[in-house]
């Protein structure tokens, strides 16, 4: 059931791997350049994920009360801070990005994705990993530039990359009842919304705490059964 989280997992941390190992090869302005590529690669995924919404006020609800609960819990906090551990034994000299700023990034842009949520959920359902397959060869080239910009922390999001679209993979099941294709539409879009959020702050023109919205994606399961 997992095997396709597996290759996931694998394409991430072999397309990181060799992006550190070419980045060498790169000057900070081409790096700098590749990182608002990449800034505004995100934003238009994230555009055209949004557009699979319908109902706008579950998108409103989801987000504020999202952030709410993300908040209460600290989660960008919490994975800021794991990034900030890892800074700590991996730190670089240079003034780059850092590490946690690479991990939170990549971790978001790999998991938050309407790819990540369907793929997952098919694979959990219906045993079809073809969507998780397909988004393990785009994480691959994916992550190889976002390593060669934003540095190690982008391996580490492998982690990331296994619990959370492991899970969702293990809890499809339980979840199954719940999920309409409108259900799925709106997490999408919920999901995208935070994708843009994420391009703003990989452009410097926002610094928002997506992680602390995360709890967003999954709220439409229950507030599309009243809106």
Do not use: W
């Amino acid at each position: 059931m997992l095997y396709s989280v597996f290759v996931n997992v694998a394409t991430v941390l072999l397309g990181g791997t060799l992006g550190l190992l070419f980045r060498r090869f790169l000057s900070k302005r081409l790096t700098d350049t590749i990182l608002s590529g990449l800034g505004l690669i995100t934003i238009y995924i994230g555009v055209s994920g949004a557009l699979k919404g319908e109902n706008t006020m579950v998108l409103v609800l989801s987000t504020i009360i999202g952030c709410v609960l993300g908040t209460l819990m600290r989660l960008d906090d919490r994975l800021n801070g794991l990034g900030e551990k890892l800074e700590k034994r991996f730190k670089r000299k240079d003034g780059g990005v850092s590490i946690a700023e690479g991990f939170v990034s990549a971790s978001l842009l790999f998991c938050v994705g309407a790819m990540t949520i369907v793929g997952s959920l098919q694979a959990g359902l219906t045993g079809d990993h073809t969507m998780l397959l397909t988004k393990s060869m785009l994480d691959l080239v994916s992550s190889a530039v976002f390593a060669a910009a934003l540095g190690i922390g982008v391996l580490f999001s492998a982690a990331f990359v296994l619990v959370f679209q492991g899970g969702i993979v293990l809890l499809a099941q339980l979840a199954a009842p719940f999920l309409s294709e409108m259900v799925i539409a709106e997490m999408t879009c919920v999901g995208s919304v935070l994708i843009i959020g994420l391009g703003l702050n990989i452009l410097g023109v926002t610094k928002i705490k997506t992680m602390d919205f995360l709890p967003a994606i999954f709220l439409p399961i229950l507030l599309c059964r009243f809106l």
